[in-house]
C-alpha cells in the first residue's frame, strides 16, 4: 500500500522556520520525484518544490525561491522541506505529491499526479 505521511506542520509567527517532513513508503522511492503542494482556503492548489530522487534537480516557485528548501533522505524514504521566512500569505494545508514524471510536478499538474499524503496546515500568524 502507498502512503506518504507529512508531519511538521503547526502555528509559527511571521518570520518564523518550520520544517515539514514526507515519509514514503509502498513504491520505489529512487524511482519517483517528490513534491510539495498547498491549498489555501478558496484557493487552487498550487505546487511549492519539488526534487526528482533519480537526479536530484529540483525545482521551486517563484513565490517561495530563497525561503523555502527541499532535501530528499533516500535511505529513509523522506523528503524534506525547510520553511524559512514565513509569511501570513505561506498559510495553508501543505501536500506531499509523488509521480513517476518530475516535470508534471513543476507543471503543478495537480490534477494527474499519482499519489497524495493527507496535507499537513501551516498557519504563520501576522
Known amino acids: 500500500e502507498v502512503q506518504l505521511v507529512e508531519s511538521g506542520g503547526g502555528l509559527v509567527q511571521a518570520g518564523g522556520s518550520l520544517r515539514l517532513s514526507c515519509a514514503a513508503s509502498g513504491f520505489t522511492f529512487d524511482d519517483y520525484a517528490i513534491g510539495w503542494f498547498r491549498q489555501a482556503p478558496g484557493k487552487e492548489r498550487e505546487g511549492v518544490s519539488c526534487i526528482s530522487n533519480s537526479d536530484g534537480s529540483t525545482y521551486y516557485a517563484d513565490s517561495v525561491k530563497g525561503r523555502f528548501t527541499i532535501s530528499s533522505d533516500n535511505a529513509k524514504n523522506t523528503v524534506y522541506l525547510q520553511l524559512n521566512s514565513l509569511k501570513p500569505e505561506d498559510t495553508a494545508v501543505y501536500y506531499c505529491?509523488?509521480?513517476?514524471?518530475?516535470?508534471?510536478?513543476?507543471?503543478?499538474?495537480?490534477?494527474?499526479?499519482?499519489?497524495w499524503g493527507q496535507g499537513t496546515q501551516v498557519t504563520v500568524s501576522s
Open positions: 505529491a509523488a509521480d513517476g514524471r518530475f516535470r508534471r510536478l513543476v507543471r503543478s499538474d495537480y490534477r494527474n499526479i499519482d499519489y
